[in-house]
């Protein structure tokens, strides 16, 4: 899933979404949740790793309730600059629809025992299917998995949050959005702009 499908999939004469090149953090590696309204709502989870952010698409969005396993599909890698990216993905380009960084900060791999550098241990992870690290956000704070899905489609992954102090239970990430979130706002027009035509 390299950074030519992501490429291939955008106008950019058309989106302000950043062309795809490589780029790494100088220090610590990152991470950005973005809340994506696009034909359906979903968060769009990413981790930097090798110059790009591997991306999973979150129809329900994280949670720091252990109970949820929450399904993460992986999609194309997204180019380093995207961790900054907002705004409107105009219609008839794919994604079409409004973006918003929900939550974003480092991460780092939780097993420090290991010889490899943390990318290239989270690297060694990701192709054996199982990923667990530390999560620095500001919502999103403690370990966490991404594991994938045998004998499912093969891109479907489980996100999922371990017990430790930054746990909590019944935990909603639409109850954690910013109260001026042009996502919301976004979504709130859609609707009116549906029950409008179906009284016309």
């Given at each position: ?8 999939k ?10 795809g ?6 220090d ?19 981790l ?33 600059d995207?961790?900054d990216?907002?705004g ?8 079409a629809?409004?973006?918003e ?32 690290f530390i ?22 992954w ?16 639409e109850e ?5 979130s ?7 027009e ?7 035509k179906?009284?016309s």
């Amino acid at each position: 899933m390299a950074l030519k499908d992501y490429n291939q999939k955008r106008k950019f004469d058309e989106t302000s979404e950043p062309k795809g090149k490589t780029k790494k953090s100088k220090d610590q590696l990152i991470f950005v949740i973005q809340r994506h309204a696009a034909s359906r709502l979903h968060y769009d989870f990413r981790l930097e790793m090798d110059g790009v952010l591997k991306s999973w698409a979150v129809p329900k969005g994280p949670s720091l309730d252990p109970k949820d396993k929450r399904l993460a599909m992986m999609v194309e890698d997204h180019p380093y600059d995207y961790k900054d990216f907002e705004g409107n993905i105009p219609e008839g380009n794919y994604g079409a629809g409004q973006v918003e960084i929900w939550d974003s900060g480092t991460y780092e791999p939780l097993d420090n025992n290991s010889k490899l550098s943390d990318e290239k241990e989270l690297l060694k992870e990701l192709h054996a299917g199982s990923l667990k690290f530390i999560l620095h956000g500001k919502k999103l704070k403690g370990e966490f998995a991404l594991v994938k899905m045998k004998n499912t489609e093969e891109n479907s992954w489980l996100l999922i949050k371990h017990k430790d102090d930054f746990a909590e239970s019944d935990y909603d990430a639409e109850e954690n959005t910013a109260k001026n979130s042009q996502v919301t706002k976004f979504l709130e027009e859609k609707k009116s702009l549906k029950s409008s035509k179906k009284k016309s």
